[in-house]
Structure formats: structure tokens, C-alpha cells
């Protein structure tokens, strides 16, 4: 299946360490070699890059590698195509716009059988199931609430969205608003809480380390969500299947 990336800050900061190692699962260090993508939001703008190549690989991947990109929320997706043709389409993240904000959504798993009725702004310009999810949540907030709502009221409406969607499979998601990162586990996800005292910190993927309180200040926090664990000496929660969780400023709400 696809793999996931988010990242949630309480300030702009740089993705660049978490994505060097995250591409590699694109064509190096396992399969999912079918496109990729990521997005970060920049005050009330989104910096949005897919590609239909492999993210070890692709040239604008390289560009994301090398270009310290600052950003309080990102999503990023290693695609392994399970509906849908291999093509920039149906590559993640997918980007909306609801209540004059950006949303932001990448999905790992294979939903059966959904096939909901789309009745209102939004319709997929590809042909994956996780388009169709995203499309579907993205009408049902709008019919659940008339304005952007608050992190905690949105959090509770995707908690009544989710199973709807789960049942038909597996159901990894990352959403964004700009505001918070939420999450759903349908099997894996882990996630850290990066924080003072800043640590060391190696990638499993590449031979790369970092330490952190050389490039920090002790008010930085940093809450990274991925579907395997990226690093090897870092405390990484899993999260419990069926759970949707929402970071905001770095932090575990």
C-alpha cells in the first residue's frame, strides 16, 4: 500500500530531514513506485508538487529534497496504485478549497464498493477511491456546518464521517486545513512528538542523522505522522486502529 507523511508545527519548519528519508520508500528502500506528491501551506497559500515518477527518482522530488521549504502543516504521499491508473490524476496529496480555505488529503489503503453520490462542489478529477473519500468528506462538512468551524467541532463531525468511508477498507488518511493535522488509522500509523531537549535523530531510509538542538529553539515543537516509523532512535507511538487524532501547534490535542 501508499505511505504517508504529515507534519504539524507551532511554527514554519523545515520538512526537508522527514522527506529525504520518506522518498526513498519510493523505488529504494521498498515498492511504491507509482508517483508521489506533497504539500505545504504557507499562511493561507498551499505549495503543491505531484509526480506520476518514482519519488526516489523524480527530478522535482530532488527539488523538495534540496529546497528548505518552511511550513507550519505538510502532507506528502508515496503512491502504490490500487485504483486508478499510474498518472498525475490520480497522484496525492489532493488539494479543495471549502469556506475560502485550502484542504489538503492523502490516503493509504483500498476502499471497496464506494461509490457515494456526489451532489454538490465536489467531484474527482481522477479515478481513485481515495479521491472519492476525500470529495465525499469535503461535501459533508460543508453540509454539516455553514463556516469554518473550530479544531475541536471539525474533529468531532470527521469522527461521525470516518466509519461511513472505513467500512468499505483500509482507511489510512491525513487531512489539513492549515489549521491542524488530523489523522485516521484503519491499520498503521505511528507518530513522534518532537520537542526540547531536542535529540539526535538517524533515518532508517538513509544514512543520514541530525541533531535537532543545534537547528531548534526550546519553544519548537514538531508532531510527525508517518505509516512506518522514519527514524531509529526516536519514540514512535502506533496509533489504535479506528482512531482519528488531530495535532495542532506540534501538540497531541
Known amino acids: 500500500m501508499c505511505q504517508l507523511l504529515g507534519m504539524n508545527c507551532n511554527t514554519p519548519t523545515d520538512a526537508t530531514f522527514s522527506f529525504s528519508g520518506f522518498s526513498q520508500r519510493g523505488g529504494v528502500t521498498d515498492h511504491h513506485s507509482d508517483g508521489w506528491g506533497i504539500a505545504f501551506f504557507e499562511g493561507a497559500g498551499v505549495r503543491h508538487f505531484v509526480d506520476h515518477q518514482e519519488a526516489s527518482k523524480s527530478p522535482v522530488a530532488e527539488l523538495i529534497?534540496?529546497?528548505p521549504i518552511k511550513s507550519q502543516n505538510v502532507i506528502a504521499h508515496i503512491r502504490k496504485a490500487t485504483q486508478g491508473a499510474v498518472?498525475?490524476?490520480n497522484c496525492h496529496p489532493f488539494v479543495r478549497e471549502l469556506w475560502g480555505r485550502y484542504w489538503v488529503f492523502a490516503h493509504n489503503g483500498n476502499l471497496e464498493n464506494f461509490n457515494p453520490r456526489l451532489h454538490g462542489s465536489f467531484h474527482p478529477v481522477g479515478q481513485t477511491d481515495s479521491e472519492r473519500a476525500f470529495c465525499w468528506i469535503m461535501q459533508e462538512l460543508s453540509k454539516s456546518h455553514a463556516s469554518v468551524p473550530s479544531v475541536e467541532e471539525l474533529t468531532l463531525t470527521l469522527r461521525?464521517?470516518?466509519?461511513?468511508?472505513?467500512?468499505?477498507?483500509?482507511?489510512?488518511?491525513?487531512?489539513?486545513n492549515g489549521?491542524?493535522?488530523?489523522?485516521h488509522a484503519s491499520t498503521n500509523l505511528h507518530y513522534v512528538l518532537r520537542q526540547y531537549p531536542f535529540k539526535t535523530?538517524?533515518?532508517k531510509d538513509e544514512d543520514v542523522q541530525v541533531n535537532f538542538a543545534e537547528q531548534t529553539n526550546p519553544t519548537d515543537r514538531v508532531a510527525v505522522v508517518v505509516t512506518a516509523p522514519l527514524t531509529l532512535d526516536e519514540p514512535w507511538t502506533a496509533f489504535v486502529p479506528g482512531e482519528v487524532m488531530v495535532f495542532r501547534d506540534g501538540?497531541?490535542?
Do not use: C, D, M
Open 65 to 67: 529534497r534540496r529546497y
Open 179 to 183: 489549521q491542524a493535522l488530523w489523522a
Open 160 to 176: 461521525e464521517l470516518v466509519p461511513s468511508i472505513a467500512k468499505h477498507g483500509t482507511f489510512n488518511f491525513l487531512l489539513s
Open 87 to 89: 498518472s498525475l490524476e
Open 201 to 203: 535523530a538517524t533515518l
Open 251 to 253: 501538540a497531541l490535542l
